[in-house]
């Protein structure tokens, strides 16, 4: 890549001028006109050197190597010393053929020897229906996973199901009181019990498989049936929404696995060695405070019973012993109090500082013609996922809750998603797409040829299109390094907004592929390259979002407007 050898070069003569800084940053700059490149090196080492910047650049802008050695066609000197590089046409459209030879891997970065990372996500309760939380959870997690896995990490996924504590108990006995109710017996529900219609659906189900049988119930066994029941009934409505929403997990681990192999003695066990437990008001505690905590935490209650603190470092222990030393969990801001006491849990037990990392997202409300919309077709109690999938779709869904950075409040305007033209960042990102694929299509579909002539698209505009291809694995690293999968859903629209520029551009009159369709052969060799670079990275960038890429749209296949019609 061009800024490699800019990068390189750039050393090269910062050493021979005595200076060595520890890395050389470049970015775009905002305005074309500037060039491809630009570096404020010289301004980081002026109280280095002991001179101005200007006079610093100026120096580095003389001595620096132009041509085919770096693809640079000139260097300049701009304000108090920035350097702005500008590429040789060569240099900006081998990109073109760089995408076409790589294809689907371009974007994509070699697996590499690190250790695993671990991203566990969604977690829900199995005491429900999936709602919108969860829905936003399960796209930012699937895309951080993608993100990394681009980035060159081993990745796997996972869901800890909280199948065991006070949580499955209620539901146990919500499913029990609305199926003596089913059988007209009068049994109020728990007070902080579960209302929503699924569980009286459940309910009902149980009294068809079983019938009157545990209306009478001294032993407790038919309250543990229904348990088991509800669980696995809730656990079925969640997979199916999962897979509808297109997520998938390496594995399901279960929370009652950490009592039944002995998880949570063993924890205790450690920490008790730690010197850093002990008991107050007839409960356990751990002195977490000696980590940061804002106070202790209690590890163990005065009844026996363990805390959801407790479980929860000896969950993590077991990722950390399974080999992920780097551990990613993506939650909801409601979680934010519990991040300092596993940190603290897990270092009184050896591990490292800031282990788990966290990515923790806030609430989304859904609003239609500005108001806001509260209430579940399904469940009656509050808005599930599969109401808003249903509602939009798959992708739109996706899309919409990875567009926002996860720290802030998402609202999702039903209008704005249900919008099929180009105002919605979605479909004008996936016409762009359908768009070029018509256009090879009317080509006669033969591949795009990397060894055209691709030196004939020096128009700016060109140039700027290709450079903007051309930062997709950038992108990819960025997006990754700051697990924030919305600077990806960004960049994919503004390149759909530049592919779509560049068609309308060179083409006034509007007309099927009349952009790339010219008569000149090598001048249609050389757009047909491009517009094959665009398929490919316009399908990589959806793909790394879990998003389709549709070769075909029924505004795509219009006479008069290919991929927008």
């Known amino acids: 890549m061009p800024q490699e050898q800019i990068r390189s070069s750039l050393s090269v003569i910062l050493e021979e001028m005595g200076a060595s800084p520890p890395s050389i940053h470049l ?28 006079q610093i650049a100026e120096e580095i802008a003389a001595a620096f190597p132009t041509g085919a050695q770096t693809g640079v066609a000139s260097v300049e000197v701009a304000g108090p010393g920035f350097l702005n590089f500008r590429l040789s046409t060569d240099a900006v459209t081998r990109t073109v053929a760089t995408i076409l030879e790589e294809d689907a891997d371009f974007g994509r970065q070699a697996v590499s020897d690190e250790a695993p990372v671990l991203v566990e996500f969604v977690s829900a309760n199995p005491t429900g229906l999936l709602h919108l939380g969860h829905g936003r959870q399960a796209a930012l997690g699937d895309a951080l996973a993608s993100l990394l896995e681009w980035a060159g990490n081993r990745v796997s996924r996972e869901f800890y199901y909280n199948d065991a504590g006070r949580q499955i108990e209620r539901l146990a006995l919500s499913v029990q009181a609305r199926y003596h109710q089913h059988f007209g017996r009068e049994m109020p529900l728990p007070e902080d019990g579960y209302r929503g219609r699924i569980v009286s659906e459940i309910a009902a189900e149980f009294a068809e498989a079983e019938g009157e049988r545990w209306l009478d119930d001294p032993e407790g066994a038919g309250l543990e049936r229904m348990r088991e029941f509800a669980v696995t009934r809730l656990r079925a409505e969640q997979d199916l929404d999962l897979n509808t929403f297109g997520v998938r997990f390496d594995r399901y681990f279960l929370e009652s696995s950490l009592y039944t192999e002995g998880r949570v003695e063993t924890t205790v066990e450690g920490l008790r060695e730690s010197g850093l437990v002990y008991e107050k008001d007839g409960a356990v505690w751990l002195r977490t405070t000696e980590f940061g905590d804002q106070k202790d935490r209690v590890m163990i209650k005065s009844d026996g019973s363990a805390t959801y603190f407790l479980p929860d470092v000896a969950y993590h222990v077991t990722k950390w012993e399974r080999g992920f030393h780097r551990a990613i969990n993506v939650q909801g801001s409601d979680h934010h109090g519990t991040v300092d006491r596993v940190r603290a849990g897990l270092r009184a037990l050896g591990l490292p500082e800031g282990y788990p ?51 802030a409040h998402l609202v999702f305007d039903l209008d704005w998603a249900a919008d099929e033209s180009d105002k919605n960042p979605v479909y004008k990102a996936k016409y762009a797409h359908a768009r070029v694929c018509s256009i090879l299509r009317k080509a006669g579909g033969a591949a795009p040829d990397p060894d055209a002539s691709l030196e004939l698209l020096s128009s700016e505009i060109e140039r700027e299109l290709i450079q903007q291809l051309g930062s997709f694995p950038e992108l990819v690293e960025r997006a990754a390094a700051h697990r924030a999968p919305h600077l990806a859903c960004d960049w994919l629209e503004h390149t759909a907004g530049q592919v779509n520029a560049w068609y309308h551009h060179g083409n006034p009159a509007r007309n099927p592929g009349g952009a790339v369709l ?44 290919p991929g927008e019609g």
Not at 27 to 48: C, F, I, Q, Y
Not at 523 to 533: E, F, M, P, S, V
């Open 27 to 54: 970015e775009r700059p905002k305005d074309p006109d500037h060039g491809e490149w630009a570096s404020n090196v010289a301004m980081t080492l002026a109280s280095t050197l002991r001179r101005s910047p200007r």
């Open 357 to 407: 990392e966290y990515v923790l997202h806030q609430m989304v409300t859904v609003e239609r013609g500005g108001e806001e919309v509260k209430f579940s077709k399904r469940d009656g109690d509050y808005l599930t996922l599969r109401d808003l999938v249903d509602e939009v779709g798959r992708d739109v869904t996706r899309y919409f809750f990875l567009m926002r950075k996860p720290e």
């Open 518 to 561: 010219v008569d000149d052969p090598d001048l249609r060799a050389a757009r047909l390259a491009l517009t094959g670079a665009i398929r490919v990275v316009l399908r990589n960038a959806l793909t790394l979002l879990g998003l389709d890429a549709p070769e075909r749209m029924e505004r795509a296949e219009s006479d008069d407007e």
